[in-house]
């Protein structure tokens, strides 16, 4: 029986695989054939910045880990492949969108997310103005901003989280993936880890409020909304105005050589009066008369309009590249857009195993670098420390001039 729920679990596994569909997949393993595919675009001139294919200098090898990498600091980057057969809708489906980049220039200042479009996208003019799905991915600059973006385009609007969603900020590969989900839901993986999830509803703006304020309702002239009134029996004490707020210090005394003539009167320091306990204030007691915070009436939002599917995009055509970067240096590799979160986990596992080998590398090289930092230093002191023990002594001019008198008292 136990085999048999085994070969059960894989049959319905393989099923799951097979009805899956995958809309897009790019790994760049035919070198300059991704050329055929994607297209630059021209929308910023010579500001554009250029692709060129790269495994970067660390990584878990040489051809499986080409990507596209930006060559130039100060560009914008904006490129777009079609896919082979647009995906018409995706109601009733889960949409994953994954990808991978690495930032091995440590990214100071810009971009590196990717962008969903419809089919019908002019990938020659394609920029920062040209109308997406989905915008997903890391953006770092400074110290203030780093953070996954989660956006989506709703009726014309372009949607952000609510949430803050961190990003990596190192110099390795990093997979990000996004599943939307036909239940109105979301989940974003770091290299297939859940670091954030959520309602669709909750966590971003589709949708009017259903409720809005009467601009008719008017707080009434005799509403009492102070909860807390003065105790009209509480009186100020008798004198309670004559304390006053410093008095000497009872404890500091004339110094013994003070001259009244020619220092004047001595005064003792003032100190805070340790009996003034300020302006006095009447007790406070809850007022009869409040009724409470005053609201006003809410009425049906005619603004509000129902929608069940908040998930479903419409028509995806296209995905691409559209980012500025101050310095230049990113890879991005492994682009996938799929309907299963099982395929998508695969295809990451796979790529996790380069990623440990890149991380090793990574990480002897920059041990080799502090130990040869080290060594530097080391050997600049030694350098220095032999080099002041070589120049001569400096004769002490103090011991000349002490010698002087001597000479000239044995002359």
């Given at each position: 029986?136990a085999?048999?729920s085994?070969?059960?679990a894989?049959a319905?596994?393989l099923?799951?695989?097979?009805a899956?569909?995958?809309f897009f997949?790019?790994t760049f393993?035919?070198?300059?054939?991704y050329?055929?595919?994607?297209?630059?675009s021209?929308?910023?001139?010579?500001?554009?910045?250029?692709?060129?294919?790269?495994?970067?200098t660390?990584?878990?090898?040489?051809e499986?880990d080409?990507?596209?990498k930006?060559?130039?600091d100060?560009?914008?980057?904006?490129i777009?492949a079609?896919?082979?057969?647009?995906?018409?809708?995706?109601?009733?489906k889960?949409?994953v969108?994954?990808?991978?980049?690495?930032h091995?220039?440590?990214?100071?200042?810009?971009?590196?997310?990717?962008?969903?479009?419809?089919s019908?996208?002019n990938?020659?003019?394609?920029?920062?103005?040209?109308?997406?799905?989905?915008m997903f991915?890391?953006?770092?600059c400074?110290?203030?901003?780093?953070?996954?973006?989660?956006?989506?385009t709703y009726k014309?609007?372009?949607?952000?989280?609510?949430k803050d969603?961190?990003?990596?900020?190192?110099?390795?590969?990093?997979i990000?993936t996004l599943v939307?989900?036909?239940?109105n839901?979301?989940?974003?993986?770091?290299?297939?880890?859940?670091?954030?999830k959520?309602?669709?509803?909750?966590d971003?703006?589709f949708?009017e409020p259903?409720?809005?304020?009467d601009?008719e309702?008017?707080?009434p002239?005799?509403?009492?909304?102070?909860a807390?009134?003065?105790?009209?029996?509480?009186?100020?004490?008798?004198?309670?105005?004559?304390?006053p707020?410093?008095?000497?210090d009872?404890?500091?005394k004339?110094p013994?050589?003070w001259?009244?003539?020619?220092?004047?009167?001595?005064?003792a320091?003032?100190?805070?009066?340790?009996?003034?306990?300020?302006?006095?204030k009447?007790?406070?007691?809850p007022?009869p008369?409040?009724?409470?915070?005053?609201?006003?009436?809410?009425?049906p939002n005619?603004a509000?309009v129902d929608?069940?599917?908040v998930?479903?995009?419409?028509?995806?055509g296209?995905?691409?590249?559209?980012?500025?970067?101050?310095?230049?240096?990113?890879?991005?590799?492994?682009?996938?857009v799929?309907?299963s979160?099982?395929i998508?986990?695969?295809r990451?596992?796979k790529?996790q195993?380069?990623?440990?080998i890149?991380?090793?590398?990574?990480?002897?090289?920059?041990?080799?670098?502090?130990?040869?930092?080290?060594?530097e230093?080391k050997?600049?002191?030694?350098?220095?420390?032999?080099?002041?023990?070589?120049?001569?002594?400096e004769?002490d001019?103090?011991?000349?001039?002490d010698?002087?008198p001597k000479k000239?008292?044995?002359?």
């Amino acid at each position: 029986m136990a085999r048999m729920s085994v070969l059960t679990a894989l049959a319905l596994l393989l099923v799951a695989f097979v009805a899956a569909d995958v809309f897009f997949e790019e790994t760049f393993e035919d070198g300059d054939g991704y050329k055929s595919r994607w297209v630059e675009s021209k929308w910023k001139g010579k500001d554009q910045g250029p692709f060129e294919l790269s495994a970067g200098t660390y990584n878990g090898d040489q051809e499986l880990d080409k990507g596209l990498k930006t060559m130039e600091d100060y560009r914008w980057y904006d490129i777009s492949a079609k896919f082979p057969t647009p995906l018409e809708t995706n109601k009733d489906k889960t949409l994953v969108l994954q990808y991978s980049v690495k930032h091995e220039q440590k990214l100071d200042c810009g971009g590196g997310y990717i962008k969903l479009f419809g089919s019908d996208i002019n990938q020659e003019e394609m920029g920062g103005e040209t109308d997406y799905k989905i915008m997903f991915g890391p953006d770092i600059c400074g110290t203030s901003t780093k953070k996954t973006h989660v956006i989506f385009t709703y009726k014309g609007k372009n949607l952000l989280t609510k949430k803050d969603i961190k990003c990596e900020t190192d110099e390795l590969s990093h997979i990000y993936t996004l599943v939307l989900r036909p239940d109105n839901t979301y989940e974003v993986f770091i290299d297939w880890k859940s670091v954030e999830k959520g309602d669709l509803y909750e966590d971003f703006d589709f949708l009017e409020p259903k409720k809005i304020r009467d601009p008719e309702s008017i707080k009434p002239k005799d509403w009492v909304d102070e909860a807390e009134i003065d105790d009209p029996e509480d009186k100020k004490p008798d004198g309670y105005d004559d304390i006053p707020k410093q008095i000497a210090d009872p404890e500091a005394k004339q110094p013994e050589d003070w001259d009244e003539d020619s220092d004047g009167t001595w005064e003792a320091p003032m100190i805070d009066n340790p009996e003034y306990k300020g302006p006095w204030k009447a007790k406070k007691i809850p007022n009869p008369a409040y009724k409470g915070k005053w609201e006003p009436n809410m009425i049906p939002n005619p603004a509000f309009v129902d929608d069940k599917e908040v998930y479903v995009l419409g028509e995806i055509g296209a995905i691409g590249i559209e980012v500025w970067q101050v310095k230049a240096g990113s890879i991005y590799d492994n682009l996938l857009v799929c309907d299963s979160e099982e395929i998508a986990k695969a295809r990451a596992e796979k790529i996790q195993e380069r990623m440990a080998i890149e991380k090793t590398l990574k990480t002897r090289a920059d041990e080799d670098a502090r130990k040869a930092a080290e060594e530097e230093r080391k050997k600049r002191e030694a350098e220095e420390a032999a080099k002041k023990k070589d120049e001569p002594e400096e004769e002490d001019d103090d011991d000349e001039e002490d010698d002087e008198p001597k000479k000239k008292e044995d002359l």
